[in-house]
């Protein structure tokens, strides 16, 4: 069995944000690990509570919930990546004064440092940019 850590960049509207999903289920699915998702650059925008998807599209912040809870895994999402697109859990929006959460739950704000550990304790990385 391998363990993975998979980084995500895409947005939820670039194809590398579904490639990396369905590649996520299939690693499962195959009976192997995820270390860690870890969200970065566009890609913080997965964890986003305000994206509204139309009807007719699979909603992939939700999707990535859905996964994420469903298999109790470690999404982290870059700090950094995430302030700069308005994406903060309530720590930072209390520390930046700014009204509320705009993560979703079961993702973590966190800095680079989770991403490098990653690297070393997973057997494999994978990076999914645009």
Not at 21 to 34: E, P, T
Not at 83 to 101: A, C, F, H, M, N
Request: net charge negative; glycine share 8%.
């Amino acid at each position: 069995m391998s363990s993975f850590c998979l980084i995500i960049q895409g947005a939820p509207s670039s194809s590398a944000s579904l490639s990396a999903l369905n590649f996520a289920k299939a690693v499962i699915g195959s009976g192997h690990q995820i270390h860690r998702l870890f969200f970065f650059q566009d890609g913080v925008l997965n964890a986003c509570a305000n994206i509204v998807a139309p009807q007719d599209e699979l909603h992939l912040p939700k999707a990535w919930q859905q996964l994420i809870r469903s298999n109790a895994l470690d999404a982290v999402v870059c700090a950094t990546s995430a302030l700069k697109r308005g994406i903060v859990d309530k720590t930072e929006s209390d520390r930046y004064e700014l009204g509320g959460s705009t993560m979703l739950e079961g993702f973590t704000l966190s800095g680079l440092g989770q991403l490098v550990e990653a690297g070393l304790e997973a057997d494999r990385v994978i990076n999914f940019a645009p």
